[in-house]
């Protein structure tokens, strides 16, 4: 069977394969990690579809390939080159000699054959349908043999970057399995292996029969995630930058290097919004199980402004400014030390305020459980950057290019404003937070910018937002 680079999205014609999982001769899986590809967008594991030996690897580690291209063969572990090498190192291994009396031909493990027989379950690889592996033994593996199971039973199933977690962690994927049920979850994430560790439920994970039951969850694990903690740093460690890392310091450099970068600011009065937000709140989260934040609200009024200041979503190009056809939002979302990535919402200005709150939580959600696609991280027009989560008083956030403008929203918190009346000025308490907009002084000058914070402003303090919620 040939081994294709795969499609990697609309906009992606070719990646690099940065890591090989396998070696020539190894014996492949159905679901075993092949490959890891980078492209420009975002990094990828891709899985083998078929069971077979590794024969040949065409394009190694750190070189480029087209979409479509061969960059591997595997063959039947029964024939050729492929037999012999497997077997070579199955030998090594048990010391027997190549004319031991009685050695029948060379097979798959048992396992292997238990899973070729076993109907495969389907998992989401990168936003891509893949067969996964069913494991019999229910076990964990190494990330010499991949890195476990992408069912973990009763329909649950689990990401590629939790599977890695889970590996490295000696997580018991069963309680794991059994806390998702029990919570009526459909997948087991990157929150819930971190939540597990962080309660101290890592343990190493003992190979079972298939017909067992999985244990009982801990009380621990049916909590909702806990927030990951960051890594701890060693003085004098090198921290290797991993993929999203490199990708966002070569963009940014460049940034930083090319664009004439300008900050402005405006002041936001939240009382409109939240009188709305409050409302709605509790329905929205029976209805959506998310929150209602401030944020889609903000996106929503930049969509509206954007209508009316076209140029924040161009791009340069040239002497002159390419202006967009489309409003496609891109959400930044945190993914703690592991970087930073914005996945895009695209034509988000046909959205109402519940729409972009579902559509952002989709993304987040994607994000974070290692599933997003290069599509969804390409054709961004416009930026929005939320570091109010942390607390931030005022943030100067960096340009993505092409794009010519991004907004940080920082932290809303409650302060006395003044208020004007018919009557008189008084003085109550609102919610109040900052927005800052990072702009490209060669595509709008200071007042372009002024004008369009203004709007959004002007939007999120006097429009009627329940008219979004029908």
């Given at each position: ?15 690099t ?13 159905a679901?075993?990690?092949l490959?890891e ?10 899985q083998a ?7 040949e ?36 291994r ?60 009763n ?21 794991l399995a059994?806390?998702?049920?029990k ?9 819930e ?10 343990a ?32 004098g ?6 993929a ?8 940014l ?20 919004v ?23 609200f903000?996106?929503r ?38 970087g930073?990535?914005v ?6 200005d ?23 696609s ?64 990072s ?26 937002w329940a008219?979004?919620?029908?």
């Amino acid at each position: 069977m040939e081994v294709l680079m795969p499609q990697l999205g609309e906009t992606v014609a070719e990646g690099t394969i940065s890591t090989w999982f396998k070696s020539v001769g190894d014996v492949v899986e159905a679901g075993d990690n092949l490959f890891e590809i980078e492209t420009d967008k975002v990094s990828m594991e891709v899985q083998a579809i078929e069971g077979g030996v590794l024969s040949e690897i065409r394009v190694a580690s750190g070189e480029t390939a087209s979409v479509g291209t061969v960059v591997a063969v595997i063959g039947d572990a029964g024939s050729g080159a492929g037999r012999d090498s497997a077997q070579a190192k199955a030998e090594a291994r048990t010391g027997a000699p190549d004319d031991a009396p009685g050695r029948a031909e060379p097979v798959a493990p048992a396992a292997a054959a238990a899973m070729a027989s076993a109907p495969a379950a389907e998992t989401r690889v990168n936003g891509t349908a893949a067969p996964a592996m069913t494991d019999p033994f229910n076990e964990v593996r190494t990330p010499e043999r991949g890195y476990g199971r992408a069912d973990a039973g009763n329909g649950i199933k689990v990401t590629p970057l939790a599977r890695r977690l889970i590996a490295q962690h000696g997580i018991d994927l069963g309680a794991l399995a059994a806390a998702a049920s029990k919570s009526g979850a459909w997948r087991i994430g990157k929150d819930e292996v971190m939540a597990a560790v962080e309660q101290g439920a890592a343990a190493p994970a003992a190979r079972r029969d298939a017909t067992a039951q999985p244990e009982p969850a801990p009380a621990q694990a049916r909590q909702a995630p806990a927030p990951r903690a960051p890594a701890r740093d060693v003085p004098g460690e090198v921290v290797p930058f991993n993929a999203i890392r490199r990708q966002t310091a070569q963009r940014l450099s460049e940034s930083w290097r090319t664009i004439p970068m300008a900050v402005q600011a405006v002041e936001v009065d939240y009382a409109n919004v939240e009188r709305v937000r409050a409302a709605r709140k509790q329905a929205f989260r029976e209805r959506n199980g998310t929150s209602l934040t401030y944020l889609p609200f903000i996106a929503r009024a930049v969509c509206l402004a954007i209508a009316e200041y076209p140029r924040v979503t161009a791009r340069v190009e040239g002497d002159g400014l390419v202006l967009s056809r489309e409003v496609n939002l891109g959400i930044a979302v945190d993914l703690g030390q592991d970087g930073l990535v914005v996945p895009v919402i695209r034509n988000a200005d046909e959205l109402t305020v519940p729409g972009i709150a579902k559509a952002i939580d989709r993304q987040v959600e994607k994000a974070r459980s290692g599933r997003l696609s290069p599509d969804d991280l390409s054709g961004g027009t416009y930026s929005i950057t939320n570091n109010g989560s942390f607390g931030t008083l005022f943030t100067v956030p960096l340009i993505n290019p092409p794009q010519v403008a991004i907004m940080s929203t920082d932290a809303v918190r409650k302060k006395p404003v003044v208020v004007e009346t018919e009557s008189g000025d008084s003085i109550a308490i609102h919610p109040v937070g900052v927005l800052a907009q990072s702009f490209d002084h060669r595509a709008f000058d200071g007042a372009y910018s002024a004008s369009f914070l203004g709007r959004v402003k002007s939007l999120l303090e006097t429009r009627d937002w329940a008219g979004d919620f029908g």
